[in-house]
């Protein structure tokens, strides 16, 4: 299945795999020549949320941004979210404030879960930090599936990060 983003300036995302592995293999390069030499953050954020929806079809895409010690809603893709989620909970507050990536099989069944929507399952959050290696953000995605999220999300995911880490204007 091809799957074209169109971008302004003629650019876009062509997505021609099966594998979750080769998904993100494929996709990562074209992110990153989509981001290169734009500085902002929220028009990269804005971009990249779009590019991971339109590859994996996830039921939520999204970032969450530190502000005054609570996370923020930041640029997302799918149905409408949480606007602020205090350190420590939910699953964006627990990976900020452990200061890692966190990934739950079942929502369910995760002591503290925050239910943006009801048709969440699984999900996956990777901490975003700034050059000064502080978390200004979290990367959150959702799936309508149970154990959606794997290593494999997670790698590619870190990967990801930190390519917005070494884009960053500041």
Same mark, same amino acid.
Request: net charge negative.
């Given at each position: 299945?091809?799957?074209?983003?169109?971008?302004?300036?003629?650019?876009?995302?062509?997505?021609?795999?099966?594998?979750?592995?080769?998904?993100?293999?494929?996709?990562?390069?074209?992110?990153?020549?989509?981001?290169?030499?734009?500085?902002?953050?929220?028009?990269?954020?804005?971009?990249?949320?779009?590019?991971?929806?339109?590859?994996?079809?996830?039921?939520?895409?999204?970032?969450?941004?530190?502000? $005054?010690?609570?996370?923020?809603?930041?640029?997302?893709?799918?149905?409408?979210?949480?606007?602020?989620?205090?350190?420590? %909970?939910?699953?964006?507050?627990?990976?900020?404030?452990?200061?890692?990536?966190?990934?739950? $099989?079942?929502?369910?069944?995760?002591?503290?879960?925050?239910?943006?929507?009801?048709?969440?399952?699984?999900?996956?959050?990777?901490?975003?930090?700034?050059? $000064?290696?502080?978390?200004?953000?979290?990367?959150?995605?959702?799936?309508?599936?149970?154990?959606?999220?794997? %290593?494999?999300?997670?790698?590619?995911?870190?990967?990801?990060?930190g390519m917005i880490t070494k884009n960053?204007?500041?």
């Open positions: 299945m091809a799957i074209t983003i169109f971008a302004p300036m003629s650019e876009s995302l062509q997505i021609n795999t099966i594998s979750k592995k080769e998904s993100y293999e494929t996709l990562l390069p074209q992110i990153h020549s989509l981001i290169a030499g734009e500085g902002n953050l929220i028009a990269n954020l804005a971009n990249i949320c779009s590019a991971i929806q339109m590859t994996f079809d996830h039921l939520w895409t999204g970032f969450y941004l530190v502000e $005054k010690n609570q996370l923020v809603l930041g640029p997302f893709q799918g149905p409408i979210a949480c606007t602020r989620i205090p350190m420590g %909970k939910g699953v964006c507050g627990t990976a900020w404030n452990n200061q890692q990536t966190v990934i739950v $099989k079942n929502v369910n069944e995760f002591e503290g879960h925050i239910a943006c929507s009801s048709d969440s399952v699984s999900e996956i959050v990777v901490p975003l930090f700034d050059l $000064k290696n502080q978390i200004i953000g979290v990367l959150d995605i959702d799936s309508i599936h149970e154990g959606m999220f794997d %290593k494999i999300d997670q790698q590619y995911l870190e990967e990801l990060c960053l204007d500041c």
